[in-house]
């Protein structure tokens, strides 16, 4: 349920309930640059309740690996047909890379550093899981992107 809630609010298709609106920001894509963006609130809200994984686990049931891995597989179907939410899916997958970024590098480097227990930091092998399901979409994405971009020069070297 919470995921499908999120999903809707982010104008995702995966959700079962109808469309909500944007909000006043959405129009205006430099908002997405302003540091207070819905996806980046919600993708630092998955990624910082990532729990630590050991090698060769499968993904703990009930986890927040879970859930995420249950958002990629809704997600998966999106890459491949461009609409309304492509923009918000690029958003929303560039977020959650970015934050599992900066979490990485607060909780492995001295400098900032962190305070956080070791036995809460993400191991190499949340690495693995993290590339595991992030990376069939972010190569649909791309793919779907070549195939936008074709079709726009095609559209402008006909006209």
């Known amino acids: ?6 999903a809707g609010v982010m104008q995702l298709p995966v959700d079962s309930g109808p469309p909500p609106t944007f909000d006043r ?3 205006d894509c430099h908002w997405a640059f302003l540091g207070g963006t819905t996806w980046r609130y919600v993708s630092r809200f998955i990624i910082y309740s990532l729990e630590p994984l050991t090698a060769a686990e499968p993904l703990p049931a009930g986890s927040m690996w879970e859930s995420l891995e249950l958002l990629c597989r809704r997600l998966a179907p999106c890459t491949i047909h461009s609409g309304p939410w492509t923009w918000s ?3 929303l997958l ?3 890379i970015w934050v599992y970024h900066i979490r990485v590098c607060r909780e492995r480097f001295t400098t900032p550093g962190t305070t956080a227990h070791p036995t809460y930091r993400l191991t190499p092998a949340c690495d693995d899981a993290f590339v595991r399901l992030m990376l069939p979409l972010l190569t649909d994405g791309v793919v779907l992107h070549r195939a936008n971009m074709d079709q726009h020069a095609a559209n402008f070297t006909a006209a």
């Open 25 to 27: 920001y959405s129009e």
């Open 1 to 6: 349920w919470v995921m499908d809630t999120v």
């Open 89 to 91: 899916l690029r958003a």
């Open 94 to 96: 560039q977020e959650l």
